[in-house]
């Protein structure tokens, strides 16, 4: 026989090896994977919460029953209050306009 046909064999324990190989790059490339992912996840959270926007704002702590549209109603400040609800979720990056009591807005200054 010549060196090019020979084929690869394994014993019972050279496969059991190999298959251990393959399984040890798998669960790296996945824990590598969900490490980049939750990295990014981070890095975007921390740019967003340091992103100005450039409106200057004041703290308001949601009271009990209130809602979004109640806390800008509140504010007294002189526009349509659709607008300030809007604003407050951009402020603040909610995903929707629900609000819960003892929770902290950052709201348009008066």
């Given at each position: 026989?010549?060196a090019?046909?020979?084929?690869?064999?394994?014993?019972?324990?050279?496969?059991?090896?190999?298959?251990?190989?393959?399984?040890?790059?798998c669960?790296?490339?996945?824990?590598g994977?969900?490490?980049?992912?939750?990295?990014?996840?981070?890095?975007?959270?921390?740019?967003?919460?340091?992103e100005?926007?450039?409106?200057?704002?004041?703290?308001?702590?949601?009271?009990?029953?209130?809602?979004?549209?109640?806390?800008?109603?509140?504010?007294?400040?002189?526009?349509?209050?659709?607008?300030?609800?809007?604003?407050?979720?951009?402020?603040?990056?909610?995903?929707?306009?629900?609000?819960?009591?003892?929770?902290?807005?950052?709201?348009?200054?008066?």
């Open positions: 026989m010549s090019q046909n020979q084929e690869l064999r394994f014993t019972a324990r050279g496969r059991q090896a190999m298959r251990l190989l393959r399984t040890m790059v669960a790296l490339v996945i824990i994977g969900a490490f980049f992912v939750a990295t990014q996840s981070f890095s975007a959270a921390a740019g967003a919460e340091t100005d926007i450039g409106i200057d704002t004041e703290a308001v702590v949601v009271g009990e029953g209130e809602s979004l549209w109640a806390v800008a109603s509140n504010l007294g400040i002189e526009r349509d209050t659709r607008d300030v609800v809007s604003e407050i979720v951009e402020i603040n990056h909610l995903s929707s306009p629900v609000v819960h009591p003892g929770q902290t807005l950052d709201v348009p200054r008066r």
